[in-house]
């Protein structure tokens, strides 16, 4: 059977990265992935250990020439965020991504692509399985649970080792070396449920934004129409997201409705509104009322309240920024709103590269929230960010590569988003990071894809970056 990916360049990384896309591995689903990974290894003869996480470690020796060079640690994840769009029938827990080139870029098919950090992967399987490749020591570090919890990279024995310089791959951005990144923890509310005696019939109130760009967070948007809708209708469930670190596209309600008229005159409004406020960012935000055909008990009043009004006072969206440079300092998400036969729970995802202003701003602020409402906030699973090192040989290095190859400066910078880089140098004393990879767009969306050039030449880039620490 032809490979979709077969005559890409580099061979190796898109051959590695088409095996892995066949293997389910979305965040907590990674036994079947580190397992590959694992007998991939023995089978090559790499020095591996797989340890009590899945996470995978495996160690190669220099290359002639290379023995006394400092020990390099290349390192990415293998969960992937698994999204896609609404009504598509593919079942993350089995089925395969379906992998499609469209000019010059790599898709999946109506789902996450897995680039992120699948790349990161195919890049060390290539060095490793390479003869020709001329590098330091090598410790590849494959983690699990990045995307929803870092619990990979937070457990992972630091005893294990001896690398001085950190190459993370899990940027997405050709021609950027990440130097400082964001810390950020999850901040869920609890809400218990208690229906009412009696049933009515339902009608589903959706939000739906833009899949390519994101812009509208769907489950905030429907807790102003909720707001506004409150004495003309019931709330009878409610749901909105998928995952804590992506904008939720689709958000909804099942409501009973008492003033039928009143409703209809509102959708019409909100529809305008939305319109009028996304016209630039998020022109495809729509709102919907849909008769279900059926009955159902809806929430009781009080009930009701507190989701409507916890939906709404939970900040979303930039808290602080920088004011010397162009970075989001802090920031929080309210991407998933889930109900079951208990609770209605509103999870967030909460980032900042001052520690501070999450543990002691954000998370005081949802804690109040919790108090003034009288429902449950649980915050917890904070990691560290990762503060812009002064001083870094390796940054060095690697800027001076860069300009070899490219003939001008590389953008140096800090990014608002999570990686790992933070747990592994609070863990590894006197270690040396930076972050790179290629050009990747949308992830975390059903739209992700990558540049197949830009996955070459930062591939031929990390090799001579490789050949330069010596």
Not at 144 to 167: H, P, Q, S
Not at 306 to 317: D, E, Q, S
Request: hydrophobic share 35%.
């Amino acid at each position: 059977m032809k490979r979709v990916l077969e005559g890409l360049k580099p061979e190796k990384v898109f051959y590695y990265f088409e095996e892995i896309s066949q293997i389910p591995r979305g965040s907590g689903n990674e036994k079947q992935i580190s397992d590959y990974l694992y007998n991939l290894a023995k089978l090559k003869g790499w020095d591996v250990i797989q340890d009590d996480y899945f996470n995978i470690i495996i160690k190669k020796p220099a290359t002639v020439g290379y023995e006394n060079s400092p020990t390099v640690m290349l390192q990415g994840h293998m969960d992937m965020v698994c999204e896609k769009n609404e009504g598509v029938k593919h079942d993350f827990e089995k089925d395969p991504i379906k992998l499609r080139i469209i000019e010059g870029n790599l898709y999946a098919t109506e789902t996450t692509l897995g680039a992120d950090n699948g790349i990161a992967v195919a890049y060390a399987l290539s060095i490793l399985d390479s003869d020709d490749v001329k590098h330091p020591p090598l410790e590849v570090l494959i983690t699990v649970d990045e995307e929803k919890g870092m619990t990979g990279a937070e457990n992972v024995d630091a005893n294990i080792f001896k690398a001085r310089y950190l190459l993370n791959l899990d940027s997405e951005e050709e021609g950027v070396f990440t130097c400082g990144c964001a810390g950020g923890g999850g901040i869920n509310f609890r809400i218990p449920v208690k229906y009412q005696d009696i049933k009515k019939v339902a009608y589903k109130v959706s939000i739906g934004s833009d899949i390519d760009k994101e812009r509208g967070n769907a489950n905030k948007i429907l807790g102003r129409i909720l707001y506004d809708l409150y004495d003309d209708i019931e709330l009878i469930s409610i749901k909105g997201g998928s995952k804590g670190n992506a904008i939720p596209r689709e958000s909804q309600a099942l409501i009973a409705v008492s003033n039928m008229e009143k409703v209809q005159e509102k959708i019409i409004k909100w529809n305008n509104i939305l319109k009028n406020e996304y016209s630039f960012t998020d022109s495809a935000v729509n709102v919907t009322l849909e008769n279900l055909g059926y009955e159902a008990a809806p929430l009781v009043k009080d009930v009701f309240k507190k989701v409507v009004h916890a939906i709404n006072l939970i900040p979303t969206g930039v808290f602080t920024k920088s004011t010397a440079i162009d970075l989001v300092i802090s920031s929080n998400n309210l991407g998933v709103i889930t109900q079951n036969e208990e609770y209605v729970e509103l999870q967030n995802q909460a980032r900042s590269s001052v520690k501070s202003l999450l543990t002691d701003n954000i998370a005081q602020i949802m804690k109040q929230i919790g108090e003034t409402l009288d429902i449950e906030c649980n915050i917890g699973g904070f990691y560290p960010g990762w503060e812009y090192a002064k001083e870094s040989e390796l940054r060095e290095i690697c800027i001076e590569t860069f300009k070899n190859i490219y003939g001008h400066e590389p953008v140096v910078s800090a990014i608002h988003a999570g990686l790992e880089c933070g747990l592994l140098l609070e863990k590894i004393s006197g270690l040396d990071a930076i972050s790179m990879g290629p050009d990747a767009y949308d992830v975390h969306s059903p739209n992700e894809h990558i540049s197949i050039k830009s996955t070459e030449n930062v591939y031929n880039l990390l090799l001579e970056i490789l050949k330069r620490i010596k």
